[in-house]
């Protein structure tokens, strides 16, 4: 069983920036694909970015350039850097761990509010 706590959500300003942070415990994350998702109210649900066990990353395209995932396996912690914020960030972020072996898992944090406004 793995969880996640998300943390570092928070207003701000357009064009600005954010680190959002997902500490796991429960397990090692060696094995999970790590990834970050987004969902505005009455909206479905949408990949940001996602790492591999690898390292490898790949970015929604509206994010592209903007935002950096990353990982420390070593702390346990996923991170995502949000430059150039825009109000269509906004959302709820949440954290995701998806283990590569089966049965393969899926686990998800209680999501963190960013707000993009002026």
């Known amino acids: 069983q793995v969880q996640l706590v998300e943390s570092g959500g928070g207003l701000v300003q357009p064009g600005g920036s954010l680190r959002l942070s997902c500490a796991a415990s429960g397990s090692d994350l060696e094995l999970y694909v790590m990834g970050w998702y987004r969902q505005v109210l009455g909206k479905q649900r949408e990949v940001v970015a996602r790492?591999?066990?690898?390292?490898?990353?790949n970015y929604a395209d509206s994010v592209k350039g903007r935002f950096t995932i990353s990982r420390d396996n070593a702390k346990n912690t996923v991170y995502l850097q949000m430059n150039s914020l825009k109000p269509e960030d906004a959302a709820v972020y949440f954290c995701?761990?998806?283990?590569?072996?089966?049965?393969?898992?899926?686990?998800w944090g209680q999501g963190t509010q960013v707000t993009v406004s002026s």
């Open positions: 995701n761990a998806q283990l590569v072996i089966p049965p393969n898992y899926d686990y």
């Open positions: 790492v591999s066990i690898s390292g490898s990353t």
